[in-house]
């Protein structure tokens, strides 16, 4: 195990685990992370998994939008598969309201390059066969939604972030954080050893 690290990362959800991932993708490979446990053995491996695209916020339709496209890519990069079904996704507006919401969020969509549709409840009928489309004024349709296996893009972020040179621990606890008068170096003890965390700068 390495003592000293640019940046360690604590905790080996997907979260923690994507962290250390695009570290190495903007090139930082004197990085690190630890799990007290195995990769995913918190509230990942439970997670849904579900990719919805519709988001009214142009920033987080950003993340949205990334985040499935990357998922797509991730198992040609690192030949783990993420078990990305897509599968669609069907909004149905029974009020006037709901569909000018819709129609706003198309700007956003387009701004951001997320495909979508605008449709009518008969070509709800014709994508989903046993709704009953009675009181059904609209629909908005992503073709790209769908879901991913949490613990499955957690394994490939890892493998990724492994050949980009960052270096994973399992089953190792940090016990203690202490950061110095002059902030230029944090100390993460783990179990007994002591862990030296470079000052972070881009």
Request: hydrophobic share 40%.
């Amino acid at each position: 195990m390495r003592t000293q690290a640019r940046v360690l990362v604590i905790g080996g959800g997907i979260v923690g685990v994507s962290v250390l991932y695009h570290l190495t993708k903007r090139g930082w490979s004197d990085v690190m992370l630890v799990e007290k446990t195995e990769l995913t053995a918190g509230s990942t491996w439970h997670a849904a998994g579900l990719l919805p695209l519709f988001n009214m916020s142009y920033s987080v339709g950003q993340l949205h939008k990334y985040s499935v496209d990357l998922y797509q890519a991730l198992e040609a990069e690192t030949g783990q598969a993420v078990s990305f079904h897509k599968t669609g996704n069907l909004r149905l507006a029974t009020n006037r309201q709901r569909m000018d919401e819709y129609r706003r969020y198309c700007g956003t969509a387009n701004t951001i390059g997320v495909p979508f549709e605008i449709i009518t409840p008969k070509q709800v009928a014709k994508l989903w066969p046993l709704c009953n489309v009675e009181g059904i004024v609209g629909a908005l349709f992503h073709p790209q939604d769908g879901h991913v296996a949490p613990v499955d893009v957690t394994q490939a972020l890892a493998k990724g972030a492994r050949t980009g040179g960052a270096e994973i621990n399992r089953n190792t606890k940090v016990t203690a954080i202490a950061r110095t008068p002059a902030t230029t170096c944090v100390a993460a003890t783990i179990i007994k050893i002591t862990i030296k965390i470079g000052k972070i700068g881009f």
